[in-house]
């Protein structure tokens, strides 16, 4: 008898946890791999193909061992649940991400100091925002050359999106200003009468990687961001501008 038939319910209950986080690993680490091997471009057509693929695979066979079923693509009992209760599930599992970055920084922060977390942190944006807008672009079929239009309406389908509250402002037919009105990390901070993070160098990553991957010919320009001042009515703001 195999080891794992002898466990427990909850044992059996863990180690199934621990192979969904063993399948998102996997699934970054061959990213990132490919990425390093055939590049960026490349990797993106690839995981366009394995996500696809691998989704259809994955939930077919989740569906048929829990007894769900799946319509166009979803499961069927999201689409059964009342409008309020999953748009609850929407903003929680966008929390659950961002909390899961907190801890990632924090953690090194306390083995390592602010000025590694800082650096890991920044190189992250510089993986995560791309592939963030990539993702958004394909679920919104944008165009290669959608245009400042085409980043407006990807702006509204990020994750800070579900968690922070976000405007947008036209400023000329050819730019426009993102502001950052309310940020659940910052107002924390002030919450507890802390130094505002000082996340520009970041954001400048992220926020330029990001548009970029909508479409290369939009520029970025950070108007402000902590530790910039913060005497303004919103947190950060960027200019995108063709």
Not at 9 to 36: G, P, S, T
């Amino acid at each position: 008898m195999k080891l794992q038939d002898q466990l427990s319910k909850e044992e059996n209950a863990r180690l199934i946890i621990d192979y969904f986080h063993r399948i998102m690993m996997h699934h970054a680490l061959w990213f990132a791999e490919v990425q390093h091997q055939l590049g960026k471009e490349k990797a993106m057509e690839v995981m366009n193909e394995v996500y696809k693929t691998s989704y259809d695979i994955q939930m077919k066979r989740l569906g048929k061992i829990l007894g769900f079923e799946m319509a166009e693509g979803v499961p069927k009992p999201m689409l059964e649940m009342p409008a309020e209760s999953l748009l609850n599930l929407r903003e929680g599992v966008a929390i659950n991400w961002l909390a899961n970055d907190g801890v990632w920084f924090q953690a090194v922060e306390n083995k390592y100091g602010m000025n590694d977390a800082k650096r890991c942190n920044d190189s992250c944006w510089a993986q995560f925002s791309p592939f963030e807008a990539w993702s958004i672009k394909r679920m919104l079929q944008l165009p290669d050359n959608c245009g400042l239009e085409g980043l407006k309406q990807a702006l509204q389908y990020r994750l800070y999106a579900s968690v922070n509250k976000q405007s947008i402002h036209d400023e000329t037919e050819n730019s426009f200003m993102f502001r950052m009105d309310d940020c659940r990390v910052q107002t924390a901070r002030r919450r507890k009468d802390l130094p505002a993070y000082p996340c520009k160098s970041a954001g400048v990553v992220e926020y330029s990687s990001f548009a970029e991957t909508i479409d290369p010919r939009i520029k970025t320009e950070c108007v402000a961001c902590p530790p910039d001042d913060l005497e303004r009515e919103w947190f950060c703001g960027w200019r995108f501008f063709v």
